[in-house]
């Protein structure tokens, strides 16, 4: 008993008091700025291995992001990345960064449904499916509820069945084999229910978006109510994401 | 016997011509794998089959852990032949992984083979009517026994994999394990995707949890297709990287073992020692998984000496607080009780599914690619590999706990011994010129066991064939037998004291 309280003694705080301002340390890259510095357009287009970035203003999609930082090493002058992880959106446009606009990532307040609001706000219960997922971003969405993040302490918590959730966090492309029992999980969740996109592959396909392997028809008759970015998404950007969605 | 003597043998991170490769007949190449697999020291470390023009090439790779090389064989089945052939499996069970996929893929009916069934549903598979839910799953008609289905989607945030339990009781009497859900189709893409750092990003994805190891695998693969030299420094920082990769996903596990004995004190602090290694490993890299650190050529991200002073306090810390853990966790009646006796795994069983890794050493197999196959990083900073002999949720739970303490030290010793040198370092080179037909093939031993990446060119330079092999893929049928004859409530903690990849099985 004696040995058991040292090591609660040892550890001390774990928890991060407020997870809305927390400062991460470079290289850590968050939220991209682009300057106005004129550099070779098609070179800087070209750098991107997954196409996120575009041209007419320069623009640059996180949601289509590795955050593999070569963009930012072969033009220091044009794109930096910050260490803002207050990343996610309820908007897929709102992901997106352009030339000059160093502005925060926006939520649309008025687009978020009223009842996801009223119904969750104080407690939120969601079922996790990875379709296609390299078990990164299930990893962190593991640790977001651990002791260093304890999402717990705002109501959010993962449940075991869909029956007892109230939406879906999808990781991973959404694979072929996986489409059907992801689908069928979706179904089982009383309304109302959210649909939240976790981590890159979840978002745009990543690096599998054009595989013959991947099945994304779902989305065509779903609404997603939260996009998360990363690879993996960070846990700091999964609980802010999750808390300016709900309250 | 000749013909054992002249056989082809590269080492590790070595490439070949493939005009040197010798095509032998089937029966030819039968029997000398037969040969060479009933030594001790070889074991399979992939066999796959591509197609050249219309007719099919089998390579097999026989890595001898004495001899520290790799015997290559070969045969081609004509496509004007008939698409079958006489199974391996039947005499080497370890084998039968590899016969499955080929079957699956091409076609080709392996005959007298125990468990011919199909491995993942890739997208380009043989028979485009066979749906993953109509796996053929083993089955009993009984009145006594029953079944239980479980998955794909499991309850609890993690991958999906279908679990069918033929049961007496609470008793489990069989377990058949079917996946393939995951399957993004990795390997096309590493063909269809023309620029080299996108196929960079796609080893990255391959398994989140062993970024390091698969993205060194296909590093070393690429570099030595292009001959590009590497300078022991970044040779080291990637072991280093590998290192930490393992420490911290080892302690995640022994937390993960913790919350289902119902350890939570165990469960919360080896939960927060985990946090601290992949913090550090974000500061080096900015990723807490190692995602863009590890790139073809070289590196956006040097070792310096300042992370160096970093990296000792952080582990002085991480070692304080886990050893007083862990003392306190091993030693506990309950867990050591949970544990116990459960789930075991006898060297002769391991031996015959072939296992690798943790789960061979925890059998008492002595298989480590950083011993046997090592690179340089190995070579100049030696790793003694530890074994354990029960083959038991125990053994798997307190191995882990002993290769976290050899991995520290293994670092130690590396920054005792070792300056980093900022004017040393390489910087990505995704320009590479690949050699024209050849083949080229890359160890590592990540932290669940050897990754093996294969890969061919054609004339034209360019890949022909890339072939992933997680660890995962020889283990996932150590777990089925773990659960013979024991209680299906015993499921959980023999699945998390394995931890297998679905992804990497997958691909």
């Given amino acids: 008993m004696i040995k058991e309280a040292k090591v609660i003694f040892h550890n001390g705080k774990q928890y991060i008091p407020d997870v809305r301002n927390v400062k991460l340390k470079a290289p850590f890259r968050g939220r991209p700025e682009i300057s106005n510095v004129k550099v070779d357009e098609q070179a800087l287009i070209d750098i991107c291995p997954l196409g996120a970035i575009s041209l007419n203003p320069i623009s640059f999609d996180m949601g289509k992001c590795a ?38 990532i926006q939520f649309d307040k008025e687009a978020i449904r009223l009842e996801v609001k009223k119904t969750f706000g104080k407690s939120l219960k969601l079922r996790q499916v990875s379709a296609g997922g390299d078990n990164s971003c299930e990893t962190e969405l593991g640790a977001a509820g651990n002791a260093n993040f304890d999402m717990n302490r705002y109501g959010i918590e993962f449940t075991a069945s869909p029956r007892h959730a109230d939406g879906i966090v999808v990781t991973g492309p959404i694979t072929e084999n996986m489409a059907g029992p992801l689908r069928i999980a979706y179904d089982a969740i009383p309304e109302p229910k959210i649909f939240v996109l976790c981590g890159v592959d979840a978002i745009s396909g990543g690096v599998f978006t054009d595989s013959e392997a991947i099945d994304r028809s779902i989305l065509k008759d779903i609404k997603v109510d939260l996009f998360i970015p990363g690879n993996p998404s960070h846990p700091l950007t999964i609980v802010n994401g999750l808390l300016d969605l709900t309250r | ?45 992939t066999y796959f089959a591509y197609r050249r023009k219309d007719d099919l090439q089998f390579i097999i790779a026989i890595a001898d852990d004495k001899n520290h090389d790799i015997a290559i064989l070969s045969h081609i089945l004509k496509a004007r032949k008939k698409q079958e052939l006489n199974s391996l499996t039947q005499s080497i069970f370890a084998l039968h992984i590899f016969e499955r996929e080929i079957y699956e893929n091409f076609g080709v009916n392996f005959i007298n083979h125990p468990w011919q069934k199909p491995v993942r549903f890739p997208h380009n598979r043989a028979d485009k009517k066979l749906q993953i839910n109509d796996y053929p799953f083993y089955s009993i ?9 479980v998955g794909p989607i499991h309850a609890g945030i993690i991958e999906p994999g279908h679990f ?35 196929r960079n990003l796609l080893a990255e994805n391959i398994a989140g949890d062993t970024v390091i190891g698969h993205t060194t695998a296909f590093a070393q693969t690429m570099e030595t297709l292009a001959n590009k030299q590497i300078s022991e420094q970044l040779h080291l920082e ?58 073809m050529g070289g590196t956006h991200f040097p070792f310096t000496e300042d992370l160096k002073i970093e990296l000792l306090q952080m582990l002085a810390k991480y070692e304080k607080q886990f050893e007083e853990m862990a003392d306190l966790t091993y030693r506990l009646p309950s867990v050591q009780n949970r544990f116990d006796f459960v789930g075991t795994v006898t060297k002769k069983q391991a031996q015959l599914v072939g296992t690798v890794g943790l789960s061979a050493r925890m059998s008492n197999i002595v298989k480590d690619i950083r011993v046997s196959h090592p690179n340089i990083a190995y070579l100049n900073f030696p790793y003694q590999t530890i074994t354990l002999k029960k083959g038991d949720v125990f053994a798997r739970f307190l191995l882990k706990k002993k290769e976290i303490r050899k991995s520290i030290a293994w670092i130690r010793n590396l920054m005792e011994h070792f300056q980093f040198d900022n004017k040393n370092t390489q910087k990505p080179d995704y320009q590479l010129n690949l050699k024209p037909n050849n083949l080229a093939i890359s160890l590592v031993e990540a ?61």
């Fill in chain 2, 1 to 45: 016997m000749n013909k054992l003597d002249s056989i082809l043998r590269i080492k590790n991170n070595q490439s070949v011509e493939l005009q040197k490769i010798e095509t032998l007949t089937y029966a030819d190449f039968y029997s000398i794998v037969l040969e060479l697999l009933k030594k001790e020291e070889n074991h399979c470390v």
């Fill in chain 2, 164 to 198: 069918r339990f033929i049961c007496n009781g609470e008793n489990v009497l069989h377990l058949e394990i079917q996946l393939g859900w995951q399957h993004r189709g990795v390997e096309q893409l590493f063909l269809n995707k023309k620029h080299n750092l996108q």
């Fill in chain 2, 141 to 149: 008609k009984s009145e006594e026994l029953h079944e239980v289905g």
């Fill in chain 1, 67 to 104: 955050f593999c930082g070569e963009c930012a090493f072969a033009f220091p002058e044009k794109i930096k990345f910050t260490q803002d992880y207050k990343i996610s959106s309820n908007k897929r446009e709102n992901l997106i960064v352009k030339e000059g606009e160093n502005n925060f």
């Fill in chain 2, 447 to 507: 932290w669940r066991g050897e990754v093996c990446h294969c890969a061919i060119t054609d004339e034209n330079g360019d890949l022909s064939h890339y072939k992933v092999k997680d660890p995962s893929m020889h283990n996932w049928k150590a777990l089925e037998l773990s659960l013979r004859n024991v209680e299906i409530s015993d499921f959980p903690i023999n699945n998390k004291s394995y931890n297998l990849s679905y992804c990497g099985n997958d691909l």
């Fill in chain 2, 238 to 295: 990637r072991a280093l990287a590998l290192e930490l990769e393992r420490i911290a996903v080892h302690t995640g596990d022994i937390g993960a073992l913790c919350v289902d004995a119902a350890y939570h004190l165990g469960a919360n602090v080896f939960g927060i020692l985990r946090t601290a290694i992949i913090n550090f490993t974000q500061l080096w890299c900015g990723n807490r998984f190692g995602k863009s650190l590890v790139r």
